[in-house]
């Protein structure tokens, strides 16, 4: 996949779904229908492809990502679900609800897609072009809603071409979508919560599973969209135990050395283990080693790692904005 790909327009027809699917197995993006909204896919087990679509968004940090399966089956090979789940699932899938669960220990979404995170949000989209897509692809998908972030949820294929002609391969354009407005999102961790208002109002939510607490803190995101305010909870971003010490130019002895690029850190031969989040200085290949790269410098028991500088370019303020969270003193800790 090329840095500024061509993005064609095609109409949804029996042969698209196919010529979709190549193209996130090749890694590329996709926009498609779905009822709520138009959502802008890549291949959610492919850390390289879900590091493009941020890029591609311009998202100023990695907000996790819902994964779209075409049915409950799927849904659980990569979560498990609770009792409230279940019953959720059961009364609105397909349709226009996101259930926020425990990620399986062997699910195969890449960690950039959940943000590091041990929870995944998961969809089945009640719309024939997203289910003939999601059906052909056979892996899981990833798909914020495909607009520029800080721009609207697009709810036509013209909205999408205006924003990312020339960011993405492909468009199916599925006529405009029913619904207009994303998915009610709710997390089934230890008590239901509602994490975002949208399509499936809340009372039918409540038929089914009785109250649902709000989200604790809520904040408009740059989107739009509603989502929580570090609940601390729902862990809405990666916390690692170790300390992380920002800009280190050199390694001291024990610690452990996340690099970045061709250089070697000052005393790197000192490191209790090193990991390069992209030797060649990539920052879509940075992202996608992001989370993954922590986690297993954070398992192998120094008390700090110490992070290279980042370039604060492209997807470099995503990958900074990021390290600072997790950099930052924990509260309640
Ligand atoms: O209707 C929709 O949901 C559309 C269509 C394309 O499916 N998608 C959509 O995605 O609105 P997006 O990325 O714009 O919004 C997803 C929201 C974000 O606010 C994100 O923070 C939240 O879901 N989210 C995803 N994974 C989460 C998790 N593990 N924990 C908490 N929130 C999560
Ligand atoms: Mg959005």
Known sequence: MTAEPTTQLIKADGASAAQAARVLAAGGLVA??????????????NGTAVARLYQAKGRPAFNPLIAHVPD?????????????????????WPGPL???LPKRADCPVAELATAGLDTVAVRVPNHPVARALLMACGR???????????????????????????????IVDGGPTPVGLESTIVACLDRPALLRLGALPRAEIEQVIGSVQ????????????????APGQLGSH????????????????????????????????????????????????????????????????????????????????????????????????
Not at 36 to 45: M, Q, R
Not at 72 to 92: H, K, Q
Not at 145 to 156: E, I, Q, W
Not at 214 to 222: F, H
């Open 32 to 45: 498609f229908p779905t009822e709520t909204v138009y959502g802008l896919g890549a291949d959610a087990t």
């Open 72 to 92: 409950i089956a799927a849904a659980r090979a990569l979560a498990r679900f609770g009792r409230a789940a279940e019953r959720l699932a059961a009364a609105f």
């Open 98 to 100: 996101t259930l926020v």
């Open 140 to 170: 899981p998908v990833a798909a914020p809603s495909a607009n520029r972030s800080g721009h609207l949820s697009p709810t036509t294929a013209q909205h999408v071409l205006a924003d990312l002609r020339g960011r993405i391969e492909l």
């Open 214 to 229: 709000p989200a604790a803190a809520a904040a408009p995101a740059t989107d739009g969209a509603e989502v929580p305010l």
């Open 238 to 333: 990666y916390a690692p135990r170790a300390r992380l010490r920002l800009n280190a130019r050199r390694v001291a002895a024990g610690e452990a050395l996340l690099a970045f690029g061709p250089a070697a850190a000052e005393g790197c031969e000192r490191a209790a283990l090193a990991l390069n989040l992209s030797a060649r200085g990539d920052l879509i290949e940075a992202a996608a080693n992001l989370f993954s790269h922590l986690r297993t410098l954070d398992g192998c028991g120094a008390a700090t790692i110490a992070v290279m500088p980042v370039p604060h370019t492209g997807l470099g303020e995503a990958i900074n904005d990021r390290l600072r969270r997790a950099a930052a003193p924990r509260q309640g800790m």
